[in-house]
């Protein structure tokens, strides 16, 4: 959908923008590993427009557009925060969410029912080990439905394969 946007932006820009974008907010505060991300976060950020114009009403219609396709697409609203982890039983859980909202988002259930076999159930980390703990759910920021959606991403898998 980015591609398809008159005006080329990476996805952090378009972020960033967006956050800075927002009424409430008045500091903007990023994550970032390395100094590339560093100096493209503040080359972002010191453009004038960011900072005083806002974003454009159709960017706005645009990214709304997406957050809507995202959201309709995806299975696990997942951040990836890796407070569930380590899983007491081994279950790579937000490798098992990637995968699984990757499939959903790109319909590529076969590809990723392979995947599925060979880098979580070969690897003795997939949905399967789970046993229902719970440690996962009682600290995940989101309140996901952890549990469940591993059972079921492991009964979609297990049936494509």
Same mark, same amino acid.
């Given at each position: 959908?980015?591609?398809?946007?008159s005006?080329?932006?990476?996805p952090?820009e378009? +972020?960033? &923008?967006?956050?800075?974008?927002? #009424?409430?907010v008045?500091?903007l505060?990023?994550?970032m !590993?390395?100094?590339?991300?560093?100096?493209?976060?503040?080359?972002?950020?010191?453009?004038?427009?960011?900072?005083?114009?806002?974003?454009?009403?159709?960017?706005?219609?645009?990214l709304?557009h997406?957050?809507?396709?995202?959201?309709?697409?995806?299975?696990?609203?997942c951040? +990836?925060? &890796?407070?569930?982890?380590?899983? #007491?039983?081994?279950?790579?859980?937000?490798?098992c969410? !990637?995968l699984y909202?990757?499939?959903?988002?790109?319909?590529?259930?076969?590809?990723a029912?392979k995947?599925?076999k060979?880098?979580?159930?070969?690897k003795?980390?997939?949905?399967s080990?789970?046993?229902?703990?719970?440690?996962c759910?009682?600290?995940?920021?989101?309140q996901?439905?952890i549990?469940?959606?591993?059972?079921?991403?492991?009964?979609?898998?297990?049936?494509?394969?």
């Open positions: 959908m980015f591609d398809q946007h005006t080329r932006r990476s952090v378009w +972020a960033l &923008r967006w956050v800075a974008d927002q #009424p409430e008045s500091l505060l990023s994550g !590993s390395n100094m590339d991300q560093v100096v493209d976060n503040l080359r972002i950020c010191s453009q004038n427009d960011i900072t005083k114009l806002g974003m454009k009403p159709e960017d706005r219609t645009f709304a997406v957050a809507q396709t995202w959201k309709a697409k995806i299975k696990i609203d951040t +990836a925060c &890796r407070y569930c982890m380590p899983c #007491p039983h081994g279950v790579n859980i937000p490798g969410f !990637s909202n990757n499939a959903s988002m790109f319909d590529t259930w076969k590809s029912a995947q599925y060979e880098q979580f159930i070969d003795q980390m997939d949905a080990l789970c046993v229902e703990c719970g440690a759910e009682s600290v995940c920021p989101q996901l439905s549990i469940e959606t591993l059972k079921e991403l492991h009964a979609v898998f297990e049936r494509m394969m």
